[in-house]
């Protein structure tokens, strides 16, 4: 095998790969990445046997071949290479890369490539296309309110369902919901369920950009597999077995007091009375006030108090249509749905202390956050 390619492309290929790597494992090729010619191009590939991520890039390729390197030295090595052309030249009687850029010339020895785990095919015929920029959107509203505690596997992974032209996805740690809608370019023929783990649609996230380009999901058959495919890139990952939680049975159906408040301005609070809260298990008290009158308009006053650190109180302008209450919520929670609204203004539905209030954006009703209320004492 004799490849060459460009330093800067083969960086961004090898940084995306990377995450992929399994930092700990028994097996050794694990903590490998694969580097194959691939019909006229590089492909790089890693995987920890739940995740596994590809990349291909042009390169001018004299001879074929495939081996698998150290990712972590690999890795380095890639990145500190000058912007410039890279030449691989691979030794199989000794199972060896020979990596030369400019005046430098390094010697890795490798895995032969036949140790390295097949990585599944995608039948794109099958597939469902998906607009990239929707599709990231939805995973970043969606999949920071899954779980992380390995004890409960269906709720550290996201809902995915797709039903004609409409797809939603949800995911709930126990303590909060989140819930995206959409519409898909092209209706499936038959409703489609899938429980995607968080961290897989994350790094997919990460990973394909903001282009214009189509990425296509499909499901290989008796695999238990979702794989999403873009033209240079693709990304495997496991499904999790399980029954995800009927969430739109926890949605109130109706609210007592309607606040719309400024995402800006609520964030802003959220984030300041969260210094004093985080060292009190994240309480914060929400006094929602209804305008009075004409000339005194109606306040949200967020409130976290600690022993250890102090006391904090913010004022924020709303305007409430209800009756008065006092509710408390985990504030790292608000701000991390605040964080994902990208509407000027927000709605707070609430009906009492002991029940569940509902966030989503004004004017938008494709994404809807339920949040559980802390206890006050």
Known sequence: MKVNVKQQQLAHCVSMVSRAVSPRSTLPVLSNILVKTDNGRLRLSATNLELGITCWIGARIEGEGAITVPARTFTDLVSNLPSDQVIF????????????????????????????PPIPEPNLEEGVPLNVVNFKEMVQQVAFAASTDEARPVLTGVLL???????????????????????????????????????????????????????????????????FHMDDLELASQLIDGSFPDFRAII??????????????????????????????????????????????????????????????????????????LVAFNVRFLREVLEVIKSDNVWLETNAANTPGLIHPQGDEHFKHIIMPMHIG
């Open 161 to 227: 369902k797709i039903d004609g032209d409409r797809i939603t996805m949800a995911a709930t740690d126990g303590f909060r919901i989140s819930i995206r809608e959409d519409e898909i370019p092209n209706a499936v023929s038959r409703p489609i369920e899938a429980i995607i783990p968080a961290r897989a649609l994350v790094e997919l996230a990460r990973i394909i950009g903001g282009g214009d380009e189509t990425l296509i999901m499909t499901f290989p058959p008796d695999r238990g597999q979702v794989i």
């Open 89 to 116: 030249t691979l030794d199989n009687s000794t199972q060896t890369l020979n990596v030369r850029c400019g005046t430098s010339e390094t010697n890795i020895k490798g895995i032969d490539a036949e140790e390295f």
């Open 252 to 325: 109130p159906q109706s609210f007592k007091t309607h606040t719309l408040l400024s995402t800006s301005g609520l964030l802003k609070a959220c984030k300041q009375a969260e210094i004093i809260a985080r060292d009190s298990t994240n309480v914060a008290r929400l006094n929602i006030i209804p305008e009075t009158d004409e000339t005194k308009p109606g306040t949200l006053e967020i409130s976290a108090q600690s022993e250890q650190t102090g006391t904090s109180e913010v004022l924020v302008d709303a305007s409430v249509d209800g009756v008065p209450l």
